[in-house]
């Protein structure tokens, strides 16, 4: 079984560009969370969503970020007008929709975001 | 709300010592406890976690946890360290009934030879 697959592994924007960001979970997976990792930090909870549904987006600022988890394809998390202080790494995490919040969650190797 | 707490940024151990990685919560309710372990340019890995029943919990690649409800920790433990260990772990809680996991800062642990 493939992990939880993410792309690209690097991105580099210039100021004002957008960013989006690709999450493909674990096979049979419902649930896709999204976490920001700044340098020497742990990682920030940002979002979780099930399928078309966003079910907690406390963690995401309140401008510029959205995300989405359609029926069919990958969740995107989408960064509008990038600014320096969005350089991050972005990490995409799975679990199963059965056995609760005991649930462990399944990451991606991350997306490297670098803006200019 | 919930919180973890990691109080050593960096944990220098040598190989073939015991180790110990201290992490500390706050939650309402029964907590579920995780350990992730993270090499450089990666994602976490899952490495144990807890749930109920054993305080003593047993992960990947010979590491344990022991759960402590009346000192609120969860320390990740291993008898003897391996250069190959040396990462960033990650503590994590999930209080029941709530969807998201709130990490702790990390712990760099070194292991030298």
């Known amino acids: 079984n493939a992990g939880v697959m993410q792309n690209p592994r690097h991105l580099v924007r210039r100021r004002g560009q957008e960013a989006r960001l690709r999450c493909s979970p674990v096979k049979g997976h419902s649930h896709v969370y999204w976490y920001r990792q700044l340098p020497e930090e742990g990682l920030k909870f940002m979002v979780y969503?099930?399928?078309?549904?966003?079910?907690?987006e406390s963690g995401m600022p309140k401008e510029r970020f959205s995300a989405e988890f359609p029926k069919e394809g990958p969740s995107i998390l989408r960064i509008q007008q990038v600014v320096r202080g969005d350089s991050a790494a972005y990490f995409c995490a799975s679990s199963p929709p059965t056995g609760g919040a005991g649930n462990e969650q399944f990451f991606g190797p991350g997306t490297r975001l670098t803006v200019l | 709300a919930q919180s973890v707490a990691q109080p050593e940024d960096q944990v220098n151990v040598a190989e073939g010592n015991p180790l110990t990685v201290k992490c500390t919560y706050s939650?309402?309710?029964?907590?579920?406890l995780f350990w992730y372990v993270q090499y450089p340019n990666r994602g976490l890995q899952f490495l144990l976690k807890?749930?109920?029943?054993?305080?003593l919990v047993k992960g990947s690649y010979g590491f344990e946890a022991e759960f402590n409800k009346s000192q609120t920790s969860f320390h990740l433990k291993k008898p003897s360290a391996l250069v190959s260990d040396s990462a960033l772990y990650f503590c994590?809680?999930?209080?029941?009934?709530?969807?998201?996991?709130?990490f702790g800062k990390g712990t760099r642990l070194h292991i030298l030879p």
């Open positions: 807890y749930i109920t029943g054993d305080n």
């Open positions: 994590a809680v999930r209080a029941y009934g709530d969807d998201k996991i709130i």
């Open positions: 969503l099930q399928k078309e549904n966003i079910i907690d």
């Open positions: 939650v309402s309710g029964n907590p579920y």
